[in-house]
């Protein structure tokens, strides 16, 4: 197994663990319902691109 590899499987395990628990401490210090609501992005691109998927131009 390569190093590049092993990071690839611990990181999926470590963002898997890390991920959902970001979430729910977010979600509690917001008095959000579900922790899903809070999403992560890799770059503002991206954020931008969440935030304006769920503005309804209707």
């Given amino acids: 197994m390569t190093v590049r590899a092993w990071l690839m499987i611990n990181g999926i ?17 917001l008095n959000l319902p579900t922790p899903e609501q809070i999403v992560f992005a890799p770059n ?5 691109a969440m935030c304006l ?6």
């Avoid at 503002?44 to 931008?48: G, P, Q």
């Avoid at 998927?53 to 209707?58: F, M, R, Y």
């Fill in 13 to 29: 395990i470590f963002l898997g663990t890390k991920i959902p628990h970001t979430q729910q401490l977010i979600a509690d210090i």
């Fill in 44 to 48: 503002t691109h991206e954020f931008s």
């Fill in 53 to 58: 998927s769920v503005v309804s131009l209707a």
